[in-house]
């Protein structure tokens, strides 16, 4: 593994995890019925872990990323760059101050927000719920793994980024506000994700349109 590699992995989360959530990234979405012709958004791609296997299974232009951390999406261009089969894809990848700045004239068949939401605030999360509710097609789906429980900060991430818990009525409360309803899929790993402990508890929520 190459100094710059070892780099990349590390920040998105512990290395030794990272092909593993590739995987269950990918899986998963297609296991949800994602096919290469539908509108996929990646809401927080950081360096496109799940997002470079994804870019290649879509059609070309069907990829659409964002991310906050110029740090990370900086990384996810020289992974373009070293792959130029994926940047032919001509994925759209987008820096953001805010959720509510993405732009795009597309409505989005599948929306997937991994390892995101527990990371935001309670008002950032209505913000991305906001947004969501407006770029889904009507039939589509927004997938958003968290943790569920007695609302608390359990700890933080790189020293930045709380890790929050929260229990299900809240997101449910807040997906009523915007035209969404919520399922809650069950734990990650009842659902094929074999990481660490505590991701594997989270669990994965599916919102669609009311």
């Known amino acids: ?15 030794e995890h990272f ?4 995987r269950f990234q990918k899986d998963f979405i297609i296991s949800q019925g994602l096919q290469s012709h539908h509108n996929y ?9 799940g997002g470079l296997p994804l870019i290649m299974y879509l059609d070309t232009g069907n990829y659409s990323g964002c991310d906050v951390d110029p740090v990370v999406l900086e990384e996810a261009y020289k992974v373009l760059q070293e792959n130029p ?11 953001l101050q805010t959720i509510r700045d993405f732009s795009s004239s597309k409505k ?19 913000e991305c719920l906001d947004k969501c509710s407006s770029l889904l097609h ?12 007695e609302t608390k900060q359990i700890n933080t991430w790189k020293n930045t980024f709380p890790v929050n818990r929260r229990p299900l009525e809240f997101y449910k409360n807040i997906a009523a506000r915007y035209s969404m309803k919520v399922e809650d899929l069950g734990s990650l790993l009842s659902l094929g994700h074999n990481a660490d402990e505590g991701s594997n508890a989270q669990h994965m929520l599916k919102f669609t349109k009311d």
């Open 1 to 15: 593994m190459s100094k710059d590699s070892e780099h990349r992995k590390v920040l998105v989360g512990p290395a």
């Open 19 to 22: 092909e593993e959530k590739r």
């Open 41 to 49: 958004l990646d809401i927080g791609c950081g360096v496109l872990r």
């Open 85 to 95: 089969n994926a940047q032919n894809k001509k994925p759209d990848l987008q820096l």
């Open 108 to 126: 989005y068949d599948f929306v997937m927000a991994y390892s995101v939401l527990i990371h935001m605030t309670d008002s950032i999360v209505e």
């Open 138 to 149: 009507p039939e589509g789906f927004f997938f958003a793994n968290v943790n569920l429980g």
